[in-house]
């Protein structure tokens, strides 16, 4: 497929993460007064889609508003036939030589004045371990590499239920977690700030419809229940996991944050993107098998910029090195009989590839630590400290276009002051 061209010029440039193919969904404001509400990004400008439907000129859910919310979920609730019908009537509108432009033209709203919020209510939030190379890279420094997977790796998805409270949009800043940190030169755990907090890069997928209780979905049904896609940083305290993960594994090492890029990418507009699983080294059982391709070609990158530096990319990765798609996730979350919900997320664990400027996380870039990862101005990292800035960027690469996910940014604040967490302990 090849650039569909808009009326607004700058969709039209090769370098725009928003071009019409992409057609990407977010929540914004612009302004301390204004109520949040859905828009779609095109180019570098924001489409007021609840001033269209306001107007009458989309009605996705017929006599029942469903755009003038600050969240998706009321959408999703439609289905795929409905998603399929926006996405159409919103490329007739905004085609080049559209009939209706003068009705459409208002309703556009530069993005440089808008806020973004969270694009939709995070229902559950379910985090998985499902990279390869992500998976040997950490087994490796911790067991060695003749036991770095877990005996159950090469068979089943393995992941655990996080907290949806702490799912927050790009831009959010957040302090330092403090937690009982064990390290072999303590006797006991002692009460501390991390001091090996690292981002780990991974993508979000956000189911648009559920499932029913006591009933599992298919591999394929749960690619249709797939509305979209985000960016996403589970960021994570290793000192903290390293300590409490055994048996139950992670619990406040990753409850602090999980940040997610302000744009969903509706599943649409990546399937010229398709791509396959890598080929399996350890059969899987019937109900994990895929129908066809499910991962996508999403070129990804990680950029750290350090307080008063310069932004420097670390790390360039793809998605397609995941061994695991988001498809067989949730096909295998709903086995027990488990009921998925619309805005419920998944991450699909970190995404790393097979060299070192291809890993997806601190851990694995400064390998545990012991191989600083040097940075411009002559500093250097093991793992994140206080103030640094993690960007996240990615995108699909098409015959003239691409489609992005706008950035999905944070910043690791100072942790507040012990005085002030002993008194919450108190």
Avoid at 23 to 37: I, S
Avoid at 137 to 157: C, D, K, Q, S, Y
Avoid at 207 to 220: I, L, W, Y
Wanted: charged share 20%; aromatic share 10%.
């Amino acid at each position: 497929m090849s650039l569909i061209e808009s009326w607004v010029e700058s969709a039209n440039r090769p370098d725009t993460d928003f071009p019409l193919n992409n057609l990407a969904l977010g929540v914004f404001t612009t302004g301390p007064e204004d109520v949040p509400r859905c828009g779609v990004a095109i180019g570098d400008m924001i489409l007021d889609v609840a001033r269209l439907e306001e107007a009458g000129i989309l009605r996705p859910g017929g006599d029942e508003p469903v755009l003038g919310l600050p969240f998706w979920n009321a959408f999703m609730e439609l289905g795929p036939a409905a998603w399929l019908a926006f996405r159409e009537a919103l490329t007739e509108l905004l085609r080049k030589g559209a009939q209706d432009r003068a009705r459409v033209e208002p309703a556009l709203v530069p993005m440089a004045r808008a806020v973004l919020h969270m694009p939709f209510a995070v229902a559950e939030f379910t985090d998985f371990y499902a990279g390869r190379h992500h998976a040997f890279n950490v087994g490796t420094m911790f067991r060695g590499p003749e036991n770095a997977l877990p005996p159950n790796w090469l068979h089943i998805p393995i992941g655990y239920n996080g907290r949806a409270s702490s799912v927050v949009v790009s831009g959010t800043d957040f302090r330092r977690p403090w937690g009982q940190i064990k390290g072999p030169e303590f006797e006991s755990p002692i009460l501390a700030p991390s001091r090996r907090f690292d981002f780990e890069l991974e993508m979000g997928a956000i189911v648009g419809q559920p499932s029913r209780f006591g009933h599992p979905v298919t591999v394929a049904e749960a690619d249709e229940m797939i509305f979209g896609y985000v960016i996403l940083n589970d960021w994570s305290a290793r000192d903290i996991q390293a300590w409490e993960y055994q048996p139950l594994g992670p619990f406040q090492a990753k409850a602090t944050a999980t940040t997610v890029s302000p744009w969903i990418v509706m599943k649409a507009a990546l399937e010229p993107f398709r791509a396959p699983t890598p080929p399996r080294e350890k059969p899987l059982l019937p109900y994990l098998e895929e129908p066809g391709p499910m991962l996508y070609d999403i070129a990804l990158e990680v950029a750290l910029r350090p307080e008063g530096g310069e932004e420097s990319v670390i790390t360039r990765t793809n998605y397609r090195e995941m061994y695991y798609s988001s498809a067989q996730q949730l096909a295998h979350h709903t086995l027990s009989g488990c009921p998925m919900n619309i805005g419920d997320l998944l991450g699909s664990g970190t995404i790393s590839g097979p060299t070192r400027e291809s890993r997806g996380s601190m851990l694995e870039l400064s390998w545990g630590g012991k191989e600083p990862l040097a940075l411009p101005g002559g500093i250097s990292r093991t793992f994140l400290e206080d103030n640094d800035e993690v960007i996240m960027r990615g995108a699909a690469i098409g015959d003239g276009y691409r489609i992005g996910f706008g950035a999905c940014r944070g910043r690791v604040l100072p942790a507040l002051p012990e005085a002030e967490i002993l008194k919450q302990g108190a």
